[in-house]
């Protein structure tokens, strides 16, 4: 089990980029948050599998079809084990 961040930078607010990531998370069996940033980005913390966590990856640098990712930064961070996937505002 390893837990990353995701740092989203680009047009990823108001586009439904938190629900889309909670719908992918939650597909993939992962646990964690999304959140939008006072600086116009998205973070967020998800926890499960290295490879559905290399998915939603992945999947962070297109996001929605509204969406315009600049860039996504990733770090591996401790947790204590997370149950479900939340948005949080």
Request: glycine residues 8%; contains cysteine; proline residues 3%.
């Amino acid at each position: 089990m390893k837990t990353i961040e995701l740092k989203v930078t680009g047009k990823v607010q108001g586009v439904f980029y938190r629900k889309s990531t909670r719908a992918k998370a939650l597909k993939l069996d992962l646990a964690g948050w999304v959140k939008n940033e006072n600086d116009g980005s998205v973070t967020i913390l998800a926890q499960g599998p290295m490879d559905a966590l290399q998915e939603l990856k992945a999947w962070c640098h297109k996001g929605p079809e509204a969406a315009q990712v600049a860039s996504v930064k990733t770090q591996e961070r401790e947790a204590p084990e997370m149950q479900g996937f939340e948005i949080k505002h």
